[in-house]
């Protein structure tokens, strides 16, 4: 059973720093790419940022270019996101999701159940 659990998530002041993690199973981690998606309350979900573990080769929206970090541990079967300089509008249900590709192709993501992050002003 493939299954992808977030953790980390929670509230930090403007300007702060979190770091958001998903651990893998069930899947061979190295064939795989993981995202992070992001929904806020009465908004779609959106892709923030991906990394491929074939070949480390990563992809960061615009919005959280030069502020998010996305990292991965190939040991640990787990990714990161370092999130620093957080804005109010980060605040989200964060969520991630293995494809094959990053970034992803026409494909159904295995998804994990999310962790709240809220960006206080």
């Known amino acids: 059973e493939v299954q992808l659990v977030e953790s980390g998530g929670g509230l930090v002041q403007v300007g702060g720093s979190l770091r958001v993690s998903c651990a893998v199973s069930g899947l061979t981690f190295d064939d795989y790419a993981i995202g992070w998606y992001r929904q806020a309350p009465g908004k779609e979900r959106e892709g923030v940022s991906c990394i491929s573990n074939r070949d480390g080769s990563t992809y960061y929206r615009d919005f959280v270019k030069g502020r998010f970090t996305i990292s991965s541990d190939n040991a640990k079967n787990t990714v990161y996101l370092q999130m620093n300089s957080l804005k109010p509008e980060d605040t989200a249900v964060y969520y991630c999701?293995?494809?094959?590709?990053?970034?992803?192709?026409?494909?159904?993501?295995?998804w994990g159940q999310g962790t709240q992050v809220t960006v206080s002003s």
């Open positions: 999701a293995a494809t094959r590709t990053c970034p992803p192709g026409v494909e159904e993501p295995w």
